[in-house]
Nanobody, 123 residues
Framework: QVQLVESGGGLVQAGGSLRLSCAAS????????MGWFRQAPGKEREFVAT?????DSTYSVKDRFIISRDNAKNTVYLQMNSLKSEDTGVYYC???????????????????WGQGTQVTVSS
């Protein structure tokens, strides 16, 4: 079983940037496709980005968000640029064993979650 711990959230002004990190322990990160979800106040958790086990395939719902990974450091990153107030929410790291190419977009399919990190964008 893998444990995931996010960091890097905080308060940022609109137009600014943040880089979130997700550190894994317990098992090698390289055996999981990884990704990020977010949950805004009063809304359901939604898919943000995913990366394959090797890191050679990525997808993000927003061009402003770039996902990457360093398997040697057991860490996944989410670089968020040109942040907007609607990006405010709790961001969760997710690990999925179903596919090598990416995580499911359905939160109910995710095998492992981090505890989340709060991102607040002020306008």
């Amino acid at each position: 079983q893998v444990q995931l711990v996010e960091s890097g959230g905080g308060l940022v002004q609109a137009g600014g940037s943040l880089r979130l990190s997700c550190a894994a322990s317990g098992r090698p990160l390289s055996i999981y496709a990884m990704g990020w979800f977010r949950q805004a106040p009063g809304k359901e958790r939604e898919f943000v980005a995913t990366i394959s086990r090797t890191g050679d395939s990525t997808y993000s719902v927003k061009d402003r968000f770039i996902i990457s990974r360093d398997n040697a450091k057991n860490t996944v990153y989410l670089q968020m640029n040109s942040l907007k107030s609607e990006d405010t929410g709790v961001y969760y790291c997710a690990a999925d064993t179903r596919s090598s190419y990416g995580i499911s977009r359905a939160s109910s399919d995710i095998d492992y979650w981090g505890q989340g990190t709060q991102v607040t964008v002020s306008s």
